[in-house]
């Protein structure tokens, strides 16, 4: 069972998987991959360190209307 704001981060995780569907490639790919990387490499921090999660969604949330608003046809992968 997921709590609300598990809910939230699954539900934003989706809506910018969708986003990056609607791009060509190799925008579509690499902004897949990106979203991807960043999901796996922070899904493993312990529910305890609320505060750290807040704060990654929250610079996540604001990085993707900032791509929305800025017509973001690619992201480079470093």
Do not use: C, T
């Not at 579509?28 to 505060?51: G, L, V, W």
Request: aromatic letters at 14%; zero cysteines.
């Amino acid at each position: 069972m997921h709590s609300k704001f598990q809910k939230e981060i699954l539900q934003f995780y989706r809506s910018v998987l969708k986003w990056a569907s609607l791009k060509p490639e190799p925008a579509k790919s690499s902004i897949i991959q990106y979203a991807q990387n960043e999901y796996r490499k922070n899904q493993n921090i312990p529910k305890k360190k609320f505060d750290r999660i807040e704060f990654l969604f929250r610079s996540g949330k604001n990085k993707f209307e900032i791509w929305k608003d800025a017509k973001i046809d690619q992201i480079q992968i470093k």
